[in-house]
């Protein structure tokens, strides 16, 4: 199906690698103008050469005041997917307040500040839009070390809900995707020894972890019309784990 998302205008955070820079090539190839945001010039620019006119823009979304001055003349947005996030992982009775601050402030303030500026855009424009946040799977089941990025996640889930609840009535759709591991180099890296992934393969009824593109189509449908109907909820793109 054609996600018919040509002439659109969408903003990706997080664009430099993985899943970001996935949706951004997708969108790019879709016929939309996209705005690629990354903490990481290098990143930018090389995506900036793979994609031709997408607009580059470069920022912390850890730092409230740089991100606000950043997008404050972002223009008009249609379509935002909130994928940028950190994960520091520590065991529950070693974590850091320096690791709880970064997480959230990056996983769940920086959706809310970055879904304020473009739906307040949308709203003052009386257009319709569409908001995708990158949950994970580990929103609802608990994995070692992850204490601090599951609860940064489950809290997400819960954004979106309320998100979609109250911007509905503004014709702004939210939904989040919540994949399993996902084969990007930083994903590789950390699940290749196959004596750490069996276990969780293992609750995996198709097999295999999710490849970038499995989670770029589910993004694409929900920013689509195709799934004009579809709002507060949270897609599973984890091979059935959930459902184990």
């Known amino acids: 199906m054609e996600p018919g998302l040509a002439g659109r205008r969408a903003l990706v955070t997080g664009a430099g690698k993985g899943i970001g820079r996935g949706t951004v090539q997708a969108l790019h190839a879709a016929g939309a103008q996209v705005v690629a945001v990354s903490r990481s010039r290098a990143d930018l620019d090389s995506l900036a050469r793979e994609c031709p006119g997408i607009e580059p823009l470069c920022v912390d979304l850890g730092d409230w005041e740089a991100t606000e001055q950043a997008l404050s003349g972002v223009g008009p947005v249609d379509l935002l997917v909130n994928n940028a996030a950190v994960a520091l992982l520590q065991p529950f009775l070693e974590v850091t307040k320096e690791a709880f601050d970064i997480s959230f402030d990056v996983n769940l303030r920086a959706v809310i500040q970055v879904s304020q500026i473009v739906a307040r855009g949308l709203i003052a424009r009386g257009a319709h839009g569409a908001i ?113």
């Open 132 to 244: 995708v946040n990158v949950s994970s799977q580990a929103s609802q089941r608990a994995i070692d070390r992850h204490s601090v990025y599951c609860s940064t996640k489950g809290a997400l889930d819960m954004l979106t809900k309320v998100m979609a609840l109250e911007l509905g009535p503004h014709k702004i759709r939210v939904n989040a995707v919540n994949p399993t591991v996902v084969m990007t180099p930083m994903g590789k890296a950390n699940w290749s020894d196959p004596q750490k992934a069996k276990p969780m393969l293992d609750r995996i009824p198709l097999g295999r972890f999710a490849e970038v593109e499995d989670v770029v189509d589910s993004i694409l449908f929900l920013l689509s019309d195709r799934s004009g109907m579809t709002t507060g909820t949270t897609l599973p793109v984890d091979g059935g784990f959930l459902a184990t």
